[in-house]
């Protein structure tokens, strides 16, 4: 199940949509150094070179010099902050 939701920084007050989880289609990945997002999707793995074997391997590397990894969490796109609170009342969910 993946979700959308509203955050807002705690550090400069930017509020920006958070995507986290994935649905039956793709994953998001965040960057673990800028928090940028990456989705892969699986019919992009499934016909990706077999050196492939993970969604983070096939997702590379950030132009930034950071791993996409599953875990990171989604950053301010303003100062880089992980520290935002979530407005779940903004949730959207999808598949
Ligand atoms: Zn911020
Ligand atoms: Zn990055």
Do not use: Q, W
């Not at 509020?15 to 990456?38: A, P, V």
């Not at 492939?52 to 996409?68: H, V």
């Amino acid at each position: 199940m993946g979700c959308i939701s509203e955050g807002i920084c705690r550090d400069c007050g930017t509020i920006y949509s958070i995507k986290t989880g994935g649905g039956f289609i793709n994953h998001d990945l965040h960057c673990d150094k800028c928090g940028k997002l990456k989705t892969v999707y699986f019919m992009e793995l499934r016909e990706a070179p077999s050196k492939y074997r993970s969604f983070e391997e096939y997702a590379g590397k950030c132009e930034c010099g950071g791993n996409y990894t599953m875990d990171a969490p989604p950053r301010c796109p303003n100062c880089g902050s992980t520290n935002f609170e979530r407005d779940h009342t903004k949730d959207l969910m999808y598949d």
